[in-house]
Every structure is written in structure tokens, then in C-alpha cells.
Nanobody
């Protein structure tokens, strides 16, 4: 079965950190661009950060730039999202997605309406 599984979400105080993981099973992530997306209640899905498979290029939404870092460890078939200086507005369900082909990482994050694979999501809640 081909799937992505996210983990690492939870409840954290403002200013805290979390690291999300996205693990692929049934296929290798080596040839896939990976993106992290989030959706808060009543809001549209937002592309948070994306990373290419080829040259490691990355894209970050303005709302997370300087606070979040995306990385990949192909040996572990895993992509991470390190989230620092978390704020209440970061509260959302975070999903990872994989695409075999993307025009650019920016396009994957903000333009592509569909993706090859989706995870089930992990809840991140930032609250005091």
C-alpha cells in the first residue's frame, strides 16, 4: 500500500517548537517533491513549504519564512518540517503530499490543485 504518514503534531505553547515527520511507505521518496500543507477550521488549505527531489530547492510561505525549515532524509524515506517560534495562528491540521513531477516548488505549494499522494494529517495546536 502506497501511503504517507505524518507524525509529530501536538499541543505546544506560543514560542515553542515542533518537528513534523512525513514517512513514505510502499514507495521511495527519492524521486518525489514533497510539500507540507495546513488547514485551519474555516480556512482554505495553505501551502506551507515544499522541497524538490532533484536540487533540494525549497519554498516557504511568507507566514512561516524564517521560522520553519523543511528537510529530507532520503535514506530514511522521510521529510521533516521543523517549526520554531510557533504562534496561535499556526494552529491547523498539517498534511504532507508528494508529487512525482512539479514545475517548481513554488508551483507545488501554491498552484497545483492536486497531488499524487496525501497523508492523513497531524494536528498542531499552539495555545497557552
Amino acid at each position: 500500500q502506497l501511503q504517507l504518514v505524518e507524525s509529530g503534531g501536538g499541543l505546544v505553547q506560543p514560542g515553542g517548537s515542533l518537528r513534523l515527520s512525513c514517512v513514505a511507505s510502499g514507495f521511495t521518496l527519492d524521486y518525489y517533491a514533497i510539500g507540507w500543507f495546513r488547514q485551519a477550521p474555516g480556512k482554505e488549505r495553505e501551502g506551507v513549504s515544499c522541497i524538490s527531489d532533484s536540487d533540494g530547492s525549497t519554498y516557504y510561505a511568507d507566514s512561516v519564512k524564517g521560522r520553519f525549515t523543511i528537510s529530507r532524509d532520503n535514506a530514511k524515506n522521510t521529510v521533516y518540517l521543523q517549526m520554531n517560534s510557533l504562534q496561535p495562528e499556526d494552529t491547523a491540521v498539517y498534511y504532507c503530499a508528494a508529487d512525482y513531477y512539479i514545475p517548481t516548488v513554488r508551483a507545488m505549494c501554491i498552484m497545483l490543485p492536486q497531488h499524487d499522494y496525501w497523508g492523513q494529517g497531524t494536528q498542531v495546536t499552539v495555545s497557552s
